[in-house]
Every structure is written in structure tokens, then in C-alpha cells.
């Protein structure tokens, strides 16, 4: 793989349900990001890691939890889907946390019903 | 509060100039991001400014004025390629992006 994959593309999901985003990244960046993008809204923050083994709370990170066990996975967790929860999810990387040129991954378009 | 302005939808000719301003407003300030995002697909780097000026790349050029808290981007020789989104987006004192809506460009022959 070269830069950052997500997975999966799509997904509809029941409102309720438990649902993990997956992110992986091979450019052996420090600094990861989880954002979602709404029509009309710009990139939100939801939550970000500095370096493997700590995270940070961003802008939205009410219903969302992350971990960061190593360098090039960065999972996002739904503990129970809501439908306001429906958007586009883009997870990013970057050098580190100081310079923000931010490379992103293709995204993941969740429909929670 | 926090906050970034950019204009929703702009409309120019193929072969044209186009400015696109973004004005912004941060809790410290460390440098000012333009990206691109073609429909359906990721976001992706244009240029960045963390001084006054302006940055020539290409076709594409972007300026800074700190005091002003302002930044356009400028587009040159538009081709319909260039149909896209543009993203600004500034670095606060913790060096966090801010992010504008974006604004779409449409490119007309």
C-alpha cells in the first residue's frame, strides 16, 4: 500500500450498532486525524494522535472513540450509531503534529438509519 | 471564537484568472493551508503561508497578509480540471487546522 487506505468505502448501518473505521497509513507519520465533512460544513475534527499512544479530543468527539496502539493504524469507533452521525469520514496523516500538511485518505460515506 | 470565511460557489471561464479570498480569525495563528477536493474524493495540499507574501507554484499562487487575518489563492490559465472545491485552512496556536466550507469552483468553456 502507499499513503492511507480506509476501510470500508460505504456502509449502512442500523442505528444503534457498534461500528469501527479503519485507517492505515505506510508513510510512517506521527501525527494522525479523524474528520468528518457535512454538506454546507467544513472539515471537522473529531479526534487526533500526536504520536502512537496518546489521542486528543478535537472539534466533535461526542459518540466517538479512537486508539493509536502503533504508528500506521488509527481506528474510529461508533459506540452506538446515530443517524446525525451520517456524513463523509476522512482520515489523515502529517509529519507530525507542528507542520499540518495533512495527506489524506479516500474517505468513508457512513448512512446510519 | 474561531472562524474561517471563504466564498461558497464562484463561476469563471476556461483559459481565465481566478481569486478566491478566505478571511480567518484564530487563536494564534501558524500558517494558512489551501487544498483542493474534487467531487467525491479527498482533499488534497495546494500550498502554505506562514509569512506575509506571495507563493508562486505553477499555475497556482497564494498570498498572505497576517495583519489583515486574509489569504487568497490564485488560479491561472484555468483549465476544466481545476473544477473543484478549494479548502482554506488555518493553524491556531495549538496546530490545529481551522477549516473553511470550501469554495466550489465551476469552470465554464
Known amino acids: 500500500i502507499a499513503g492511507i487506505t480506509q476501510a470500508p468505502t460505504s456502509q449502512i448501518l442500523a442505528a444503534g450498532r457498534r461500528m469501527t473505521l479503519r485507517c492505515t497509513q505506510d508513510?510512517?507519520?506521527?501525527?494522525m486525524y479523524w474528520y468528518r465533512q457535512d454538506l454546507g460544513l467544513g472539515l471537522r475534527l473529531i479526534h487526533y494522535s500526536n504520536t502512537a499512544g496518546t489521542t486528543g479530543k478535537g472539534e466533535v468527539p461526542d459518540g466517538y472513540s479512537v486508539s493509536r496502539a502503533n504508528t500506521d493504524d488509527f481506528p474510529l469507533t461508533l459506540a452506538s450509531a446515530v443517524p446525525s452521525q451520517t456524513s463523509v469520514y476522512f482520515c489523515?496523516?502529517?509529519?507530525?503534529?507542528?507542520?499540518?500538511?495533512?495527506?489524506f485518505g479516500p474517505g468513508t460515506r457512513l448512512t446510519v438509519l | 471564537g474561531q472562524n474561517i470565511d471563504q466564498p461558497t460557489e464562484m463561476t469563471a471561464t476556461e483559459g481565465a484568472i481566478v481569486q478566491i479570498n478566505c478571511t480567518y480569525q484564530?487563536?494564534?495563528?501558524?500558517?494558512l493551508f489551501w487544498y483542493q477536493q474534487h467531487a467525491g474524493e479527498a482533499p488534497t495540499f495546494l500550498s502554505y503561508?506562514?509569512l506575509d507574501g506571495l507563493e508562486e507554484k505553477g499555475r497556482f499562487s497564494s498570498f498572505l497578509s497576517r495583519s489583515k487575518g486574509y489569504s487568497y489563492l490564485l488560479l491561472k490559465e484555468l483549465q476544466m480540471k481545476d473544477s473543484a472545491s478549494y479548502l482554506c485552512?488555518?493553524?491556531?496556536?495549538?496546530?490545529?487546522?481551522?477549516w473553511g466550507a470550501g469554495t466550489k469552483l465551476i469552470i465554464k468553456p
Open positions: 508513510m510512517r507519520h506521527n501525527a
Open positions: 489523515a496523516s502529517s509529519v507530525d503534529g507542528s507542520y499540518n500538511e495533512q495527506f
Open positions: 485552512a488555518a493553524q491556531d496556536s495549538n496546530y490545529q487546522l481551522i
Open positions: 484564530t487563536s494564534g495563528f501558524n500558517g
Open positions: 503561508n506562514v
